[in-house]
Nanobody, 121 residues
Framework: QVQLVESGGGLVQAGGSLRLSCAASGSIASIDAMGWYRQAPGNQRELVATITSGTRTNYADSVKGRFIISGDSAKNTIDLQMNTLKPEDTAVYYC???????????????WGQGTQVTVSS
């Protein structure tokens, strides 16, 4: 089993910044990709940003130029630096990981418990 623990988030005014962190632990052989998704009330969960083991990044168009995802493969952690936040960024943010485990074959997807980000206007 693998656990994802998120930290960061909170309440910030529009134009401000927040930083989210996620740490993966457990029976990890390797991590193929990690990322952040978000879900606002009444909306489907959507991709925010991802980073692969080769440090290739991908961003939703709505956050390009404002958010930066980074990772430390040695520590199995990722961060999401969120700048110039807008009220429409308000959502629960979830950490995601695609993991190859020590005890079984294949890729497995894991989610964190979510952390609330609220941006006031």
């Amino acid at each position: 089993q693998v656990q994802l623990v998120e930290s960061g988030g909170g309440l910030v005014q529009a134009g401000g910044s927040l930083r989210l962190s996620c740490a993966a632990s457990g029976s990890i052989a390797s991590i193929d990709a990690m990322g952040w998704y978000r879900q606002a009330p009444g909306n489907q969960r959507e991709l925010v940003a991802t980073i692969t083991s080769g440090t290739r990044t991908n961003y939703a168009d709505s956050v390009k130029g404002r958010f930066i995802i980074s990772g430390d493969s040695a520590k199995n952690t990722i961060d999401l630096q969120m700048n110039t936040l807008k009220p429409e960024d308000t959502a629960v943010y979830y950490c995601n990981a695609i993991v190859r485990e020590v005890v079984r074959w294949g890729e497995y997807e894991y989610w964190g418990q979510g952390t609330q980000v609220t941006v006031s206007s």
